[in-house]
């Protein structure tokens, strides 16, 4: 079975640009969380969405903003991109939202902002 | 303010040698923890996850303690082999119910010396 897939596996972007980053789910889970991961760094949560809507966020600016689809994949969008933003972007996958469920991490996007 | 940290960012252990790896917690009213082993350039991988009406619990290889008195998690490895060298990060699941969110310590690396 395929686990959690994300891509691109590596980007680089420039300033002020937008990014979005993709993630496929474990096939049966319907929960996306997203964390960002700066080098040195334990990951630190964004969001997590369940059945399409948004059940957590993170302290991160308004700047991040994600998305849940029908069949559950998920993406992570970034505007205006400042280069503190450079870090390994995970996303976890669970069956549901709850807590005591198991969360699966993807093996992540490496985005370097110049 | 909530946290999770680790007594030791780095262990060195021989190998054959058991490894402990230790975590406290500060909010009391987690009920979720997990280990997490992370090698370099791979996302997090499940290890082994414990629930606070539990005191202990084993896998292979790993055990993971839990003392809800002084808040501290443990994770022991029982005869290490260089493929264990990697960040171990602890992890407390602060969902509260309708999420998932985790939150992760600073990791401890893990050396394995032939």
């Known amino acids: 079975d395929a686990g959690v897939t994300q891509s691109p596996t590596h980007l680089i972007k420039t300033r002020g640009q937008q990014v979005t980053l993709r993630c496929s789910p474990i096939s049966g889970h319907k929960s996306v969380s997203w964390y960002q991961q700066v080098l040195g760094q334990g990951p630190q949560f964004i969001f997590q969405y369940y059945e399409k809507e948004e059940r957590g966020r993170g302290n991160f600016p308004d700047r991040f903003s994600a998305r849940q689809f029908p069949n559950y994949s998920s993406e992570l969008n970034v505007n205006a991109l400042l280069l503190g933003d450079s870090a390994l972007y995970l996303c976890?996958?669970?069956?549901?939202?709850?807590?005591?469920?198991?969360?699966?991490f993807g093996q992540g996007t490496r985005l370097t902002v110049v | 303010g909530e946290s999770v940290g680790l007594h030791l960012p780095t262990l060195s252990v021989q190998e054959g040698d058991n490894s402990i790896i230790n975590c406290a917690y500060s909010n009391s009213a987690s009920d979720y923890f997990i280990w997490y082993k992370q090698e370099s350039g791979k996302g997090p991988q499940f290890i082994i996850d414990i629930r606070s009406n539990m005191d202990k619990r084993q896998g292979q290889r790993v055990t993971v303690l839990l003392n809800k008195t002084v808040k501290h998690l443990s994770l022991q490895i029982a005869a290490t082999q260089p493929g264990d060298s990697a960040v171990y990060f602890c992890?407390?699941?602060?969902?509260?119910?309708?999420?998932?969110?985790?939150?992760f310590g600073t990791g401890t690396l893990l050396a394995v010396q032939p």
């Open positions: 992890a407390e699941n602060q969902g509260g119910g309708a999420t998932n969110k985790l939150i």
């Open positions: 976890a996958s669970s069956l549901v939202a709850s807590t005591n469920t198991e969360a699966f």
